[in-house]
C-alpha cells in the first residue's frame, strides 16, 4: 500500500496526521508481534453475555432467576448477575471464563459494545475485576447517557437503527485483528476480519427483540454446553488462527483474512450442494443468495443442476423431484439451518440433526 494515492484530496496537515497516526499503529503492531500476540475484539451483548431489565423479566422468571442467582453465588466462577442499581439481569455464556483466560494468552483483547459507556465499563468489571484482560480497551459506541460517544462523536439516539462499528478505535491494521460478533451487519468494512457467531439470548425478551421463534434458554432450563458450544468453538477457530500467523517466516505478510478465509473453506469442503425450493421460483441469481453464498464460503460447491457429484439436497419439505432423487440416490436431505449451523460452529453439523422429516 503505497499510501501516496490514498492521501489525495487531504491538506497537508491532515496529511501529516494521518501518517502520524499510521506510525503509531505499526509501532503498536511491533510491540503486540514482539509479544507473539494478535488483536482480539469481542462484541459484548449475545456475544459474550445476554442482559435484560428488570422490568423486561416477567415475575414468573424473576423467581426462577433469584434462586438460580443464589446457587450461584456459591460458585467459584459466577455467571448470573442482578444489577439493582442499573435494574439489569446479566447471564454470562457458558464457557466464558475458559475462553477469556486462554484468549488473552493469544491476544490482546478489546471490548466493544453498543451499549453506553456506564453498562460498557461494568460489565468489564464483570469479566475482568482485576483489569489485567482489557486493561481499559473498552469501546462503547452508545454515549454517556447524553447521547455523546466515548470519543465525543454525537450519535444517532435511535437504538432502532442499526449502527455500525468499525476498527477506528482498535489499534493495529486489519491484518492483524480477529473480531468475534454476532452481527455482520454491523461490521460493513471488515467482514473479512469477522467470526460471526450465534446469538445468546438467555432471556425470553431478547428472543422477542429479534424476532426469533422458539423458547429462551431460561424458558426451557438449558444452556449451551461450555466444552462445546459457541465460545469453545471460537476458542479452537482463534487458536488455529494465532498458530497459522505466527509460523508465517515474516510477520508483515501474515494476514488472519485470508488464514481465516481457509479455515472456514475446511468446513464443507466436499460437499457439493443443491438447494430445492429454498429461493423463490424464478430466481434468476440464486448464487446471489446469502445460504448460496456463505456455503461457498466456508468451502462447499452449490450447484442448479443435480449430478452424481451431489452430495446434500438442501429443501424444506419432502416431495420436490430434487428431494426424491436423492432419497432414492442416499444423498443427505437436510434443512437450510444446517449450513447455518455448520458456518456458526466451524464444525459440518451432523446432518442426521438437520434431516428433511
Not at 494521518?18 to 510491540?31: D, G, L, T
Not at 445468546?200 to 426451557?220: K, V
Not at 475446511?266 to 429461493?279: E, H, K, N, Q, Y
Request: hydrophobic share 35%.
Amino acid at each position: 500500500m503505497g499510501g501516496s494515492d490514498l492521501l489525495n484530496g487531504y491538506d497537508d496537515q491532515q496529511k501529516a496526521l494521518i501518517q502520524k497516526e499510521r506510525a503509531r499503529r505499526i509501532m503498536e503492531q511491533h510491540k503486540m508481534f514482539s509479544a507473539r500476540k494478535l488483536c482480539l475484539v469481542l462484541d459484548l451483548d449475545h456475544t459474550l453475555l445476554n442482559s435484560a431489565k428488570f422490568i423486561e423479566v416477567d415475575p414468573i422468571h424473576e423467581e426462577i432467576l433469584r434462586k438460580k442467582e443464589e446457587q450461584d453465588r456459591e460458585r467459584p466462577e459466577r455467571h448470573l448477575f442482578r444489577f439493582h442499581h442499573m435494574q439489569m439481569w446479566t447471564k454470562l455464556r457458558p464457557g466464558i471464563w475458559n475462553f477469556l483466560e486462554k484468549a488473552s494468552k493469544l491476544y490482546e483483547l478489546h471490548l466493544y459494545t453498543m451499549g453506553n459507556k456506564l453498562y460498557a465499563t461494568e460489565m468489564a468489571k464483570v469479566l475482568d475485576p482485576t483489569g489485567a484482560l482489557f486493561a481499559g480497551r473498552v469501546i462503547s459506541r452508545g454515549g454517556d447517557g447524553n447521547s455523546r460517544g466515548s470519543d465525543g462523536d454525537t450519535l444517532d439516539g435511535d437504538d432502532r437503527v442499526p449502527k455500525s462499528k468499525d476498527l477506528d478505535g482498535v489499534l493495529g491494521m486489519e491484518s492483524a485483528v480477529v473480531i468475534i460478533d454476532d452481527s455482520v451487519r454491523v461490521w460493513p468494512h471488515n467482514k473479512n476480519n469477522m467470526i460471526v457467531v450465534e446469538r445468546y439470548t438467555y432471556f425470553p425478551c431478547s428472543r422477542r427483540q429479534f424476532g426469533l421463534p422458539g423458547p429462551s434458554l431460561l424458558e426451557i432450563d438449558r444452556d449451551e454446553r461450555p466444552e462445546d458450544g459457541t465460545l469453545a468453538s471460537s476458542l479452537a477457530v482463534i487458536g488455529r488462527i494465532h498458530q497459522n500467523f505466527f509460523s508465517h517466516p515474516n510477520l508483515n505478510d501474515a494476514d488472519v483474512r485470508s488464514i481465516l478465509a481457509s479455515e472456514q473453506r475446511r468446513i464443507l469442503v466436499g460437499c457439493r450442494i443443491v438447494f430445492s425450493r429454498i429461493f423463490p421460483v424464478g430466481e434468476a441469481n440464486p448464487h446471489m443468495h446469502p445460504l448460496w453464498q456463505s456455503a461457498e464460503q466456508f468451502g462447499a460447491v452449490c450447484t442448479n443442476q443435480i449430478d452424481d457429484r451431489v452430495t446434500h439436497v438442501v429443501a424444506n419439505s419432502l416431495g420436490t423431484d430434487k428431494v426424491n432423487w436423492a432419497i432414492q440416490t442416499g444423498r443427505f436431505v437436510v434443512h437450510p439451518g444446517w449450513v447455518e449451523a455448520s458456518t456458526l460452529l466451524y464444525r459440518r453439523a451432523n446432518e442426521h440433526d438437520f434431516a428433511v422429516k
